[in-house]
């Protein structure tokens, strides 16, 4: 078995010792006689798992009681829709936006309402964090939208912006769970798994109970109302079973390695790396405003297309995957999400430098 440095944005690596659990359990999982793949979403076995998972993800955010966790489908996309559908009851939200997921989240926002771009990095291809302490939030905005990793261009809000009392969405897909985040001062985050979690194909949405109401834009479907899945948690229909199982043996995993703190200091010990290399370096260099770096995705060039293409060649010759840019920025980007160990960044940062002594000159 060779396993990988596996640098993709999304699916993206995760932790070795539930991948290995999971194929444990393939074939009969505690005693079942058949893989949680195979299993009635309403079994008793599978209610332990959905419930245990819950109620860890509640212990490593440490989220109130007067939120909600839901496991849903559809992507972080989907949510671009569910959350004017749900949320516009003004018909009005601002949205910052700090990327391509925030564009797209509000160009779909402008279907269901009147949403206003009230922020854009866009002037400088989205590298950095606008000032958001002083924004002109509208006066009967539903919420305020912001993503709050940019996953492609590799920035992250620091601090959240001032929305003026109104309500904020966050999309914290590819920076779930990678330092504690205050849940009081959301009224919705949520994330697809497939970044920093688990497998394609769930998502996971925590909402203000407030928030949940019967009061949705007319004509939104059953399965788009946050009501539906809150009023049977999660389970109104079949849910992402074994997507879910696996969520909850990472959620397990983090517990194990000392929860968000402990998560956030590796998390930054494996940048700083990273990131004091691309300062010194004579080849390569980061693209993003110093301040605003992201923990998660690191973008970096050379500058020069050609040598970009070879570097990501021969990397993955030396067993470095997927560290090519996102089409719309190029170059290179390394995201190193939780489950990337920090030997992976060294052996990178290592390769770089074995790369920049040959190819600079
Ligand atoms: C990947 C990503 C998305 C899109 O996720 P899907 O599950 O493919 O819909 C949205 N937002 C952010 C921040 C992402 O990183």
Redesign the pocket.
Known sequence: MARVYNFS??PAVLPEEVLQEAADEMLDYKGTGMSVMEMSHRSKAYDTIIKEAEADLRELMNIPDNYKVLFLQ?????QFAMIPMNLMKNKKADYIVT?Q?AK?AYQEACIYGQANKIASSEDKTFSYIPDCSDLPVSEDADYVYI?E????YGTKFKTLPNTKGKTLVA????CFLSEPVDVTKYGVIY??V??NIGP?GV?IVIIREDLITEDVLPGTPTMLKYKTHSDNDSLYNTPPAYGIYICGKVFKWLKKKGGLSAMKEYNEKKAQILYDYLDESKLFHGTVRKEDRSLMNVPFVTGNEELDAKFVKEAKEAGFENLKGHRTVGGMRASIYNAMPIEGVEKLVEFMKKFEAENLG
């Open positions: 944005a999304g559809g992507g972080a996309s989907q990327g997921w797209k993503c990793n940019n996953t492609i999309d914290v897909s590819s994330g697809g497939q970044k394609a998502v």
